[in-house]
């Protein structure tokens, strides 16, 4: 699955979490030429990047195959995402996986936050496909209710 096709699935899927109140796209040129914006039922907000590695044999320069299904990932139960009125950054990846996981999405083969089991330099997900491409959704911007997004990016506090 390619970073657009991703990025429209993705919309979709994180839309049904219980805590998400909009799930948008966004960009920043080419730079980012796909992202998602997530705002949870607190206003918080967590903006994600979203990178690409081809299938074996898979080339940039040609239409992409049709997708190769499997099955679909197990759902999961959601885990505790708001905790004292804010949100762990870091443990937002698994609430974000879970979202993945519970589209039932037959391309979908697997997808894991980057802190698990250890802290990540960057926060974030990847999401591994039945054809062998990945998705990784590298965290932006994490911001408290009301805020803008400013700065480069990356430099991200704990809870929002």
Same mark, same amino acid.
């Given at each position: 699955?390619?970073?657009?096709?991703? &990025?429209?699935? +993705?919309?979709?899927?994180?839309?049904?979490?219980?805590?998400?109140?909009?799930?948008?796209?966004?960009?920043?040129?080419?730079?980012?030429?796909?992202?998602?914006? @997530?705002?949870?039922?607190?206003?918080? &907000? *967590?903006? %994600?990047?979203?990178? !690409?590695?081809?299938?074996?044999?898979?080339?940039?320069?040609?239409?992409? =195959?049709?997708?190769?299904?499997?099955?679909?990932?197990? +759902?999961?139960?959601?885990?505790?995402? *708001? &905790?004292?009125?804010?949100?762990?950054?870091?443990?937002?990846? /698994? !609430?974000?996986? +879970?979202?993945?996981?519970?589209?039932?999405? =037959?391309?979908? +083969?697997? =997808?894991?936050?980057?802190?698990?089991?250890?802290? =990540?330099? %960057?926060?974030?997900?990847? @999401?591994?496909? %039945?054809?062998?491409?990945?998705?990784?959704?590298?965290?932006? !911007?994490?911001?408290?209710?009301?805020? /803008?997004?400013?700065?480069?990016? !990356?430099?991200?506090?704990?809870?929002?």
């Amino acid at each position: 699955m390619r970073p657009e096709r991703f &990025q429209e699935f +993705a919309v979709k899927a994180l839309a049904q979490a219980p805590d998400v109140r909009t799930v948008e796209p966004w960009n920043e040129g080419t730079k980012r030429p796909c992202g998602i914006k @997530v705002e949870f039922t607190t206003g918080a &907000q *967590i903006w %994600h990047a979203i990178a !690409y590695t081809m299938a074996p044999g898979e080339k940039m320069s040609e239409p992409e =195959a049709p997708p190769v299904e499997g099955e679909a990932p197990a +759902a999961v139960p959601w885990p505790e995402l *708001i &905790q004292g009125g804010k949100i762990n950054v870091r443990a937002s990846e /698994q !609430y974000l996986v +879970a979202a993945i996981l519970n589209a039932g999405n =037959a391309e979908v +083969a697997d =997808a894991q936050g980057y802190s698990s089991p250890t802290p =990540a330099m %960057h926060p974030g997900f990847r @999401v591994q496909f %039945h054809n062998g491409s990945k998705i990784f959704c590298v965290y932006q !911007y994490a911001l408290r209710s009301g805020q /803008q997004p400013g700065g480069k990016g !990356y430099d991200l506090p704990e809870a929002i």
